[in-house]
């Protein structure tokens, strides 16, 4: 199943306008505010949802690019798509998407399954908004690629990006990530409102991008993407200072840094563990296999958790196999191993003998590093 993340604008709400934009007083008043003045200007709101509102009931592709570019997207692959719509941090953007959603909700389309939009933080993208350029560079393009990532979970083989809707500003990050990742990219223009419109796909070209300096640096980079804080290391900063920001102690990846992290980190497997289990896994093929095909996959760990009746917090088994991997989560991004087993007979005597104590547990934590595989994709 394709997943289509599709940014938003307000083409939805202007044509509804029509004529009448330049008029309407609710549309210009509420136009450059950002989505926390939402519910101060509910009289406005609830004007404009009016007009969303008789606008939507037309079953009609061209009532916004969004609608018409989905569409003739999901026509092209012809395989159920599930439609992600991204939202500026703005109060018209978000209620564009609402009514895009319930459009579709009305209106089946073919091959298109799902659209998913809430109002909450994970749709409307905090600080991506032009009002103010550098929190739109720092922090609205870092949160929105962040959600991108969120989205793909690690996977991007089904990932396409609809970059017709939203700012224009986002369309020349939003084509590097996807020529990065080898993502199909597609933008649905018009010269003005009475011609027809049409789908372009941006053609992908061969990108080799050096990750030299990340195989070098992975661990440091991950430190500073968890915790933010400044790294104090003056060949660190050197190396790395084009995709890194730096303010006094704070230290964070670029726009740009963190697409080329995220498509770096989506190669490799990052967990936790002691030496000891590290060794093991290294010197089983059995099991590291496993965990490059199968482990490395969050849905086939929540899937594969094997329910026994002990103290230890998880236990993974692939099916029909004897191999058996123990981790615990602690408040990481990332699974903690504390035992591995490539016979039966081993694992029944270590569960039967050792109990997952709180003593147990941080004497793991006080023992493990943060460790990578390379994922191996079936």
Not at 224 to 246: A, M, P, Y
Not at 288 to 304: A, V
Not at 350 to 360: L, S
């Amino acid at each position: 199943m394709k997943k289509i993340i599709t940014t938003v604008g307000t083409s939805l709400l202007t044509n509804a306008l029509g004529n009448n934009l330049s008029q309407n007083i609710n549309y210009q008043r509420t136009k450059s505010l950002r989505y926390i003045d939402f519910e101060t200007r509910k009289s406005q709101i609830d004007s404009i949802e009016k007009d969303l509102n008789n606008f939507i009931k037309r079953e009609e592709e061209g009532l916004s690019a969004e609608i018409n570019s989905l569409i003739k997207i999901a026509q092209e692959f012809k395989e159920p798509c599930d439609v992600y719509l991204i939202a500026t941090d703005t109060i018209l953007s978000p209620l564009c998407a609402e009514y895009i959603q319930k459009w579709f909700e009305k209106f089946q389309k073919p091959f298109i399954s799902k659209i998913h939009f809430r109002k909450s933080k994970e749709f409307i993208i905090e600080d991506l908004q032009i009002k103010e350029k550098e929190a739109f560079e720092k922090k609205g393009l870092t949160n929105l690629f962040n959600r991108i990532n969120c989205i793909a979970a690690n996977y991007w083989d089904n990932i396409v990006f609809n970059i017709t809707g939203g700012y224009k500003a986002l369309i020349p990050y939003m084509t590097i990530a996807a020529q990065i990742n080898n993502l199909p990219v597609f933008y649905n223009f018009q010269e003005n409102n009475n011609e027809r419109f049409d789908l372009l796909r941006i053609p992908n070209i061969p990108i080799n991008v050096d990750f030299s300096l990340f195989d070098k640096y992975w661990s440091e980079i991950d430190q500073v993407t968890k915790t933010g804080i400044r790294i104090r290391s003056h060949q660190f900063e050197k190396d790395l200072n084009s995709i890194l920001e730096v303010e006094g102690e704070n230290m964070m990846l670029s726009s740009l840094g963190s697409v080329l992290w995220e498509n770096y980190r989506s190669k490799f497997f990052l967990f936790y563990c002691p030496d000891d289990v590290y060794l093991e896994i290294e010197k089983t093929p059995e099991i590291l296999k496993i965990m490059q095909e199968d482990f490395c996959r969050e849905e086939l760990r929540l899937n594969n958790i094997n329910p026994e009746p002990n103290e230890h917090k998880f236990t993974y088994k692939r099916p029909r196999s004897v191999q058996r991997i123990y981790y615990f989560l602690n408040d990481e991004r990332y699974p903690i191993l504390y035992k591995v087993f490539n016979n039966h007979d081993d694992h029944e005597r270590f569960f039967k003998n050792i109990q997952f104590t709180q003593e147990y547990k941080i004497q793991v934590i006080n023992e493990s590093k943060i460790r990578k595989l390379e994922i191996i994709r079936k």
